[in-house]
């Protein structure tokens, strides 16, 4: 691992860019844990615009029998966007695979306001979360089916549905939105540029009609310009159609700049949170995660 003292050389730690401050993620680590003494729930509950959404409480969860996140909190209200940051291997993508009910829980719950009261969550499957609850957890890695046409892409996501129309009809709005999509809907995805098949994996959860989109790493591996496209479609779901988000993201000053709500996420505990402008001008987030 690189000198921690050492300026001279080139940083291959948090960020993926040509940061020149060279700090390891033992010391961003380190560092970070000494960032904030933990959040309390009034100050979680503070942060939100309104009635709480979506809420995790004191979540012990994990793989297997290792415990990730200890006594994790989290609320948002409808319509807003929150950010998760942190060094790598914090627990961020286990957040959103504990809301969407991939992980172990060991102890806490999660919770959701639906038109009926407040639905707990927590016990769900995968599935029922995307059907019940309308929860969509956006897949970090590659997930497009290359040799599937685009639009066969869409109709994937739309696997839950009774009827196979319904998930034509709602291919049919995704098209009317994104031409991008629209252009090259009979050709296979592989032929896709990496920010159009963002736009595919994005859209492909947008067929389930979901409330809440979990999105991890949208900006990853993408080119600049692709990177600003995303963020802008990411902006009009929030914005223009009123969906919930939660994000987790590398690039934490598109992530902060984004969202409404920051959460610094350290070794399974939230070391820090704020207003997501808040946080970009902590200089001491700034130092560790901005590059600053
Ligand atoms: N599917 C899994 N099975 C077992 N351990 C995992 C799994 N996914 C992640 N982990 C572990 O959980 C910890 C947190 O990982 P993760 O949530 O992916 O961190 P982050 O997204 O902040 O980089 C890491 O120690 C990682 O090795
Ligand atoms: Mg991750």
Redesign the pocket.
Known sequence: MADPKSKDKKSIGYHQGDVNTVISVDDVNRQAQELGSGVSLDQIAGMIKGEPFLKIENLRAG??K?E?LHEFSLQISKGESLCLI?P???????VLHSIFGFTKIFSGGISIQNDSGIQNITELTPNQKLKEAGIAYILQDNSVFPGMTVEENLWMGGYLKEKPEEAKEAAEEIFDKYDRLANRRDQPARILSGGERRLLEISRALVMKPQVLLVDEPSIGLEPRFIEMVFEILHELQHVEGKTIIM?EQNAKKGLEFADIGYV?VAGELALAGKGDELLENPEVGRLFLGG
Do not use: P, R
């Not at 790598?88 to 286990?94: D, E, Y």
């Open positions: 793989y297997g290792m990730i942190g790598n291997g914090a627990g961020k993508s286990t987790v996420l």
